[in-house]
C-alpha cells in the first residue's frame, strides 16, 4: 500500500490504521458510478462546485483564471478609511491619525489601485487568448481531457502480462508501472518477486488495487516521474500512451532517461498504428488530442537518449488492439 497517506485511527483502542488513498479511491468509484446509472445527475457537480466556490477561501476555490481573475479584480481596490470602533475609548485619536494620514495613503492606494486594475485587465486579455488556444488544441482542453478520462481504460491482455513480466525476469530494484489501470501487470509483477509498483491518476480506478494490497500512487506518468530523483527505478514499464500529443510522449523518453538506472529496463507499450483507430472507443479516437507512436519511432527516440533497444515484441496493448512492446536496457 501507498506509504504515505496512511495514519492511525487510534492507538489507545486498538483500532486498525486507516489507508487515506483507498478511502478515497473508494469515494471517486462510487462517484463514478452513481454518475454512470444516472442517479447523480449531471449539473448537480457543477452546483455544489459553485456553492463551494462562494464560500472556500479565495486559495482553494479552484484552478480556473477566470475565477480567479475576479478574485482579483474584487480585491484590487485599496480602502484607506480605516475603521476607529474598537473595545479601548481612543476614538478620538485613532480619528485623529486617520484624518491626518488620509490623504498620503489615499495618494498611494490610487496608485497601487491603478496598477492593480491595469494587470488584472492584461491577464484577462492573456485568459481570452489562452481560452482560444486550449480550445483549438486538444492535448490542453480540459474538457477534452476530462471526457476521456471519464473512460475506463481496457485490461492489459493476460499474454501481454506475461511477455511484460518475462522480459522484466531477473530485474533489481523497484518496477513501476505508469497508467497502470486497475493494477493487473503490478500484480503480476509483484507475484514474480519483483518490488513492483503503480501509478495511475484516475481514482477510481484504485479501489480494487488498494484492497489487495498494491501499491498504487494516485499520480500521472509526468507528474510522478518528474518528482522522482535520478536513477531510481531498477525498471520502467509506460503504458497509456497512444491519445498523448507527440511532444508528451517525447518527454516522457526524457523523464524514462532520469529516472532508470543504469543496466536497467524500460518498456514502452503502444498501439500498432494503422488498427489503432479502428479498435478502440469511437468517442476515444475522435477526441485523443494525439496518435500511437510506431514502434520504430519508438527505438529512434531511446537510442538518442541512453537505451539500446534488446526486443520489440508483438502483443496486444488491449483486447482486439494489435500492438508492440519495445524493451531496452539503460547504459
Not at 6 to 32: K, R
Not at 104 to 128: E, K, P
Not at 282 to 293: N, T
Amino acid at each position: 500500500m501507498s506509504d504515505t497517506n496512511d495514519t492511525e485511527a487510534g492507538d489507545s483502542d486498538g483500532n486498525d490504521s486507516v489507508d487515506l488513498d483507498l478511502v478515497i479511491a473508494e469515494i471517486y468509484d462510487a462517484v463514478a458510478q452513481r454518475r454512470a446509472s444516472g442517479e447523480l445527475p449531471a449539473d448537480l457537480e457543477a452546483e455544489l462546485d459553485a456553492e463551494f466556490a462562494n464560500y472556500a477561501p479565495n486559495a482553494v476555490s479552484g484552478d480556473s483564471l477566470s475565477g480567479v481573475l475576479s478574485q482579483a479584480d474584487k480585491a484590487v481596490t485599496i480602502d484607506v478609511d480605516a475603521p476607529t470602533a474598537g473595545r479601548f475609548p481612543a476614538g478620538p485619536v485613532k480619528k485623529g491619525v486617520r484624518k491626518l494620514t488620509f490623504w498620503y495613503m489615499q495618494y498611494l492606494a490610487n496608485q497601487v489601485s491603478s496598477f492593480g486594475s491595469a494587470t488584472v485587465r492584461a491577464l484577462r486579455m492573456l485568459d481570452r487568448r489562452v481560452t482560444v488556444v486550449e480550445q483549438a488544441t486538444p492535448g490542453a482542453s480540459r474538457t477534452v481531457t476530462s471526457t476521456l478520462d471519464a473512460i475506463d481504460p481496457a485490461p492489459l491482455p493476460g499474454p501481454t502480462v506475461k511477455a511484460i513480466v518475462d522480459s522484466l525476469s531477473g530485474v533489481r530494484g523497484r518496477v513501476l508501472h505508469t497508467e497502470c489501470g486497475s493494477g493487473e501487470l503490478v500484480r503480476a509483477l509483484a507475484d514474480a518477486g519483483l518490488d513492483a509498483y503503480g501509478a495511475e491518476p484516475r481514482r477510481r480506478l484504485l479501489a480494487p488495487a488498494l484492497r489487495d494490497g498494491l501499491e498504487i500512487r494516485p499520480d500521472s506518468a509526468t507528474d510522478h516521474l518528474t518528482a522522482m530523483a535520478p536513477a531510481a527505478l531498477g525498471a520502467l514499464v509506460i503504458s497509456g500512451i497512444d491519445t498523448r500529443p507527440t511532444g508528451a510522449q517525447v518527454h516522457l523518453a526524457d523523464l524514462a532517461a532520469r529516472a532508470v538506472a543504469s543496466g536497467g529496463r524500460l518498456v514502452v507499450l503502444g498501439s500498432q498504428p494503422d488498427a489503432w483507430a479502428a479498435a478502440i472507443p469511437i468517442v476515444v479516437a475522435d477526441l485523443a488530442p494525439g496518435r500511437p507512436l510506431h514502434a520504430q519511432t519508438w527505438e529512434a527516440l531511446l537510442a538518442g537518449k541512453g537505451f539500446d533497444v534488446t526486443e520489440v515484441l508483438d502483443v496486444a496493448a488491449a483486447p482486439e488492439v494489435p500492438g508492440y512492446a519495445v524493451v531496452a536496457t539503460r547504459h
